[in-house]
């Protein structure tokens, strides 16, 4: 609709134009003949004020006044001479002899081509100098300037130009390196008039020709290597302050647009720093373990004793001990571990002279008693052992020391030679050992205690015969009620992920 209004605007204003603007000129009449047969004379002629018009292309008579009566009013009369008086011959024909350029004049001979296809152009009248005999175009140069018409124009062609293609002037580069983008604004318009300004917005699928591009690459040049930051990663601590980390490289945008990786050399000036520290808020109070006492043995392996200690970490990563009452309720860390000292020394054997080949001592001489095989020989393992985790059984050997975790389930294992297991007998802190649900001598001689109690801690004793040995069990975190217990439960600081302590005991 908005469309329809604006072309039948210009179409009034077309034909407005067209009668405002008519080409109003003065055309002479024919000479009168010469007033003289002979000698000189003068001859006169009629002037009629008349408007072209260009839409029906006619003639119209005016008012003299309408034409005015400056300096490019054509002359009324001029001279003229038809020769001597005296019986000398007149010119050919009888025609006067003009004076000067007379005989050409100027005249129209039509209309330049239009200036614009579309949207009111303009046309100039051609003025040519005609031969006023022959009716024939001369050079200009035969008519007098001075009675050349004056200019005139109309329009043409005030039809709506059809829709096209325009275009604003592109933005700037982008980069100044590498691959930078231009763009501009492409949009489909109508011309209504010879004015520039006057045009109006239509939908693109009006516009029949290609569209014109809307962005263009630009300083597709190589860029100089420069230094390439990713952002920083979050705190390696979410208390107690941290570092953060993040990846730096030296790069150089090529005009591909690709990056290529270089050397830290080829960037100029330092690299920026990959790592900082990061402070966050302080981390809540924790039961840590103060310093380690001395081994309780002076060789082979004891074991060490430590306090806990409260204390808490700053935001800037620095320990400070707090009073003990802050870090009340919460888990202790392991307050025994062992502890490796030289080796003890091997008691020397004594040496017995050998027996010459071939001779046999009398079995009664050797001790042998009847049913009992003589000189029995336990083979114990004096070891010291942690339980670091809960586990359902542990099988250990007679001769050691264990710190033990309550409700673990033992097997003491008493290995005799050279005497029945039937024989083997138990005691505890001195007293035999009865049997009951929960503790009994299996067949092997082995002892067997179901879910330790702290009053399971205690010196336990293996005999075969004159052989006997010792096994020591201590309850770890059974409260500070007995002899047997001990503080706090053991952890990897406390042995490690081993639970045996000495190469040939099992777990």
């Known amino acids: 609709m908005m469309e329809t209004s604006n072309f039948i605007c210009l179409a009034w204003r077309t034909a407005i134009a067209l009668i405002l603007l008519p080409l109003v000129q003065v055309n002479p009449g024919p000479w009168t003949p010469c007033s003289a047969t002979c000698g000189p004379g003068r001859q006169?002629?009629?002037?009629?004020?008349?408007?072209?018009?260009?839409?029906?292309?006619?003639?119209?008579?005016?008012?003299?006044?309408?034409?005015?009566?400056?300096?490019?009013?054509?002359?009324?009369?001029?001279?003229?001479?038809?020769?001597?008086?005296?019986?000398?011959?007149?010119?050919?024909?009888?025609?006067?002899?003009?004076?000067?350029?007379?005989?050409?004049?100027?005249?129209?001979?039509?209309?330049?081509?239009?200036?614009?296809?579309?949207?009111?152009?303009?046309?100039?009248?051609?003025?040519?100098?005609?031969?006023?005999?022959?009716?024939?175009?001369?050079?200009?140069?035969?008519?007098?300037?001075?009675?050349?018409?004056?200019?005139?124009?109309?329009?043409?062609?005030?039809?709506?130009?059809?829709?096209?293609?325009?275009?604003?002037?592109?933005?700037?580069?982008?980069?100044?390196?590498?691959?930078?983008?231009?763009?501009r604004s492409v949009y489909c318009t109508r011309l209504l008039s010879l004015d520039q300004r006057d045009s109006a917005g239509v939908p693109d699928h009006e516009c029949r020709e290609f569209k014109p591009a809307v962005l263009q690459p630009c300083n597709q040049v190589d860029c100089p290597p420069t230094w390439e930051t990713e952002p920083w990663q979050q705190c390696s601590q979410s208390c107690g302050g941290g570092v953060q980390v993040r990846q730096v490289s030296c790069k150089q945008l090529l005009s591909t647009g690709a990056n290529r990786m270089l050397e830290?050399?080829?960037?100029?000036?330092?690299?920026?720093?990959?790592?900082?520290?990061?402070?966050?808020?302080?981390?809540?109070?924790?039961?840590?373990?103060?310093?380690?006492?001395?081994?309780?043995?002076?060789?082979?392996?004891?074991?060490?004793?430590?306090?806990p200690?409260?204390?808490?970490?700053?935001?800037?990563?620095?320990?400070?001990?707090?009073?003990?009452?802050?870090?009340?309720?919460?888990?202790?860390?392991?307050?025994?571990?062992?502890?490796?000292?030289?080796?003890?020394?091997?008691?020397?054997?004594?040496?017995?002279?050998?027996?010459?080949?071939?001779?046999?001592?009398?079995?009664?001489?050797?001790?042998?008693?009847?049913?009992?095989?003589?000189?029995?020989?336990?083979?114990?393992?004096?070891?010291?052992?942690?339980?670091?985790?809960?586990?359902?059984?542990?099988?250990?050997?007679?001769?050691?020391?264990?710190?033990?975790?309550p409700n673990t389930s033992l097997v003491i294992k008493c290995p005799v030679k050279r005497f029945p297991k039937s024989y083997i007998r138990w005691s505890k802190d001195g007293r035999p050992l009865a049997s009951s649900e929960r503790l009994g001598v299996t067949k092997s001689g082995s002892l067997r205690i179901h879910y330790l109690g702290q009053e399971d801690a205690g010196l336990y004793k293996c005999v075969a015969g004159p052989a006997s040995d010792i096994f020591t069990i201590q309850l770890i975190g059974g409260g500070g009620g007995g002899a047997g217990a001990v503080g706090g439960p053991p952890d990897k600081e406390a042995g490690g992920a081993a639970a045996v302590y000495a190469p040939a005991w099992r777990s």
């Open 309 to 405: 200690v409260c204390r808490r970490l700053t935001a800037t990563g620095h320990q400070v001990t707090l009073a003990r009452w802050l870090c009340s309720g919460l888990a202790s860390p392991p307050l025994v571990r062992t502890c490796r000292m030289m080796a003890c020394p091997k008691p020397r054997k004594e040496l017995r002279p050998k027996e010459p080949p071939g001779l046999r001592r009398p079995l009664k001489a050797r001790g042998f008693v009847q049913g009992v095989k003589s000189c029995p020989w336990l083979t114990s393992l004096h070891s010291l052992y942690v339980q670091v985790r809960p586990e359902r059984r542990l099988h250990l050997t007679i001769g050691g020391h264990a710190y033990l975790l």
């Open 44 to 183: 006169s002629r009629k002037l009629k004020c008349k408007v072209l018009l260009s839409f029906t292309q006619t003639e119209v008579e005016l008012p003299d006044e309408e034409c005015g009566g400056g300096g490019d009013r054509p002359p009324l009369e001029r001279p003229c001479n038809m020769g001597p008086c005296d019986g000398g011959l007149s010119p050919p024909g009888g025609l006067p002899r003009v004076l000067g350029d007379e005989l050409h004049h100027w005249d129209y001979r039509g209309f330049t081509a239009c200036s614009a296809t579309c949207a009111a152009g303009k046309q100039r009248v051609v003025v040519r100098c005609v031969d006023r005999l022959r009716g024939e175009e001369v050079d200009n140069a035969l008519c007098d300037p001075s009675n050349r018409p004056t200019l005139m124009m109309r329009m043409c062609n005030p039809e709506p130009c059809p829709p096209r293609w325009e275009v604003s002037a592109w933005t700037a580069c982008s980069a100044s390196c590498g691959v930078g983008i231009q763009t």
């Open 264 to 307: 830290g050399g080829a960037c100029p000036g330092e690299s920026p720093p990959p790592r900082r520290p990061c402070v966050n808020a302080d981390c809540l109070p924790f039961l840590g373990g103060g310093e380690w006492g001395k081994c309780s043995v002076s060789c082979g392996l004891g074991i060490q004793r430590r306090e």
